[in-house]
């Protein structure tokens, strides 16, 4: 894994774990789906299939 992905995945998976959990009440689900997402993705573009973003500012809030 190259530095600047390593970087994202420390400083973003703590907040998205924070998330999870708020939103749905069981950590050992969020902390499940912060580990398993990482690998669906690199599993997915090694397949050829392309990530599309559903915003272009994901941590604004409205």
Not at 5 to 15: C, G, S
Not at 35 to 50: H, I, N, S, V, W
Request: net charge neutral; with cysteine; aromatic share 4%.
């Amino acid at each position: 894994m190259n530095h600047e992905l390593e970087h994202l995945r420390r400083t973003e998976a703590p907040q998205v774990l924070g998330t999870l959990v708020r939103r749905f009440g069981r950590f050992d689900i969020a902390e499940d789906a912060v580990q398993e997402a990482p690998l669906t993705a690199g599993l997915d573009a090694e397949r050829g299939l392309k990530f599309q973003a559903t915003s272009s500012k994901p941590r604004c809030t409205p």
